[in-house]
């Protein structure tokens, strides 16, 4: 978001470095998920937090910092915390400072999503796209889904070498969900451009972060645009066309909405699920006897996918803005607060899941906060488990050995966003 662009600017300011100090003497804890060591592993510190400070006060989250299970779930599910981040106490304030950066007000811009959004906005929104996402409606996507893998992994020798994430795991869901929508996939070079653009604006980013995502987000919106128009003369069997007919009946979806929908649509669930599909390969790797036992009983891959997504989060955190005062393990929560709500941390929580830390995909992990919780809980959850059981199942039926082509040092590259966590580069032989 770019307001937590403008936040994290006054980071390098001598007042920001005093509150970090205070945040440090006052907790002994310093959350900072821009660090290195929080992007190889934020692992040991969320357990740090959750066993001494679960209600951690702090200056880079810009509010309180939630760790354990019981609470994240208990914010996600209550509704008097807004997704709206116009909400926060801080917001005007960081406008300014993003207005003197040139950065457009994502807002004002047209960029109100769904996810942003709280009822009743977010209910006519929500329910009008639904009707894309019901289970049968993913699951005839299956046959398409794995020819589409087939096309992707097709002219691979038995041997020989993968970049996973440019090879497979980023075109494969961009493919997907451009036909699902119905725009060209020839352009599907162009949707990871702006896809990867996009999601520069969220997390931690710099100005020029924000700037550029929110440019290449304008140009898809347009891009959109101009199929709408296709549509609304020829309508067709897609879900562009079908929420050109919920525009077309007026006060339903404004044009607005269904940009900012479709940019949605097409950003949230790319960089996610190529995530899910790096950090699911990376983690069996390093669990050689769990990938053993997938490739001995394959039918178990569609419910080790939930197991996957606990273990290594590709989105670690969102954030609710309090309308309410509250009070939280004997803290006071005042309205305007921010609360960062840590999903990767709260999945590895021992009062949620027994041995936490271990990978084990026989487990029932189903209750897993990765795909968030309440009115917000990912549209595209069916979907993106779709995908990743079919992309695992392909890479472990086709590869026996499959493994990392060189030291982790050199083979894995991380993303650099403090939202969402993933390999962004992961050499890979077999
Ligand atoms: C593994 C892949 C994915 C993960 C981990 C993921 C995660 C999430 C999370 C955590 C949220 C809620 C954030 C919050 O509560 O503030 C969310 C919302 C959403 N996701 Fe996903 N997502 C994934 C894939 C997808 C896919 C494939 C699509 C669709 C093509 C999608 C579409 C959406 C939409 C539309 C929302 C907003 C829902 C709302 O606000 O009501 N996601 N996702």
Same mark, same amino acid.
């Given at each position: 978001m770019s307001l937590r662009t403008a936040w994290h600017d006054t980071l390098f300011t001598t007042r920001a470095l005093a509150a970090v100090s205070i945040e440090k003497l006052a907790t002994g804890l310093v959350f900072n998920p821009s660090s290195a060591e929080m992007r190889a592993d934020p692992y040991p510190f969320y357990r740090r937090l959750r066993e001494t400070d679960p209600m951690h006060r702090s200056w880079a989250g810009g509010g309180w910092v939630l760790s354990r299970y019981d609470d994240v779930k208990a914010v996600l599910a209550?509704?008097?915390?807004?997704?709206?981040? !116009?909400?926060?106490?801080l917001a005007k304030r960081f406008r300014k400072r993003a207005d003197a950066h040139g950065i457009p007000d994502f807002y004002e811009g047209g960029f109100i999503t769904m996810l942003r959004s709280d009822p009743p906005d977010h209910t006519r929104v929500r329910r009008l796209v639904s009707k894309a996402f019901t289970p049968r409606a993913i699951e005839s996507l299956r046959g398409r889904a794995e020819q589409i893998l087939d096309e992707l992994l097709a002219g691979r020798g038995r041997h020989g070498r993968l970049e996973l994430v440019s090879d497979l795991a980023a075109p494969f869901p961009i493919v997907l969900i451009a036909e699902m929508l119905g725009?060209?996939?020839?352009d599907r070079e162009r949707f990871r451009h702006w896809s990867d653009q996009a999601v520069r604006t969220l997390g931690d980013g710099t100005f020029e972060d924000a700037r550029e995502g929110l440019a290449a987000m304008i140009e898809l919106g347009d891009y959109i645009e101009a199929i709408a128009e296709q549509r609304r003369a020829e309508p067709r069997d897609d879900l562009l066309s079908g929420l050109v007919a919920a525009e077309e009946?007026?006060? !339903?979806?404004?044009m607005t909405e269904l940009r900012a929908t479709c940019v949605l649509l097409l950003v949230a669930g790319n960089e996610t699920t190529t995530s899910l599909i790096g950090n699911a390969v990376l983690a069996l790797l390093r669990h050689p006897e769990q990938a053993a036992l997938l490739r001995e009983e394959p039918k178990r891959i569609a419910g080790a996918v939930d197991e996957l997504l606990r273990y290594d989060s590709p989105v670690q955190l969102t954030s609710r803005i309090a309308t309410q005062d509250a009070e939280l393990h004997g803290s006071r929560v005042r309205a305007g607060q921010q609360m960062v709500l840590l999903l990767g941390s709260a999945n590895r929580d021992p009062a949620a899941f027994d041995r936490p830390d271990e990978l084990d995909v026989t487990r029932d992990a189903g209750q897993h906060l990765s795909f968030s919780?309440?009115?917000? !809980?990912?549209?595209?959850a069916q979907l993106a488990k779709l995908e990743g059981e079919l992309a695992l199942d392909a890479l472990l039926s086709r590869y026996p050995d499959l493994r990392l082509a060189d030291s982790p040092e050199r083979a894995i590259e991380w993303g650099t966003n403090t939202i969402l966590r993933g390999p962004k580069r992961l050499e890979l032989a077999h």
């Open positions: 209550d509704k008097s915390y807004s997704a709206d981040e !116009r909400n926060w106490s725009v060209p996939t020839e009946a007026g006060d !339903r979806l404004t919780f309440g009115l917000h !809980r990912c549209l595209g």
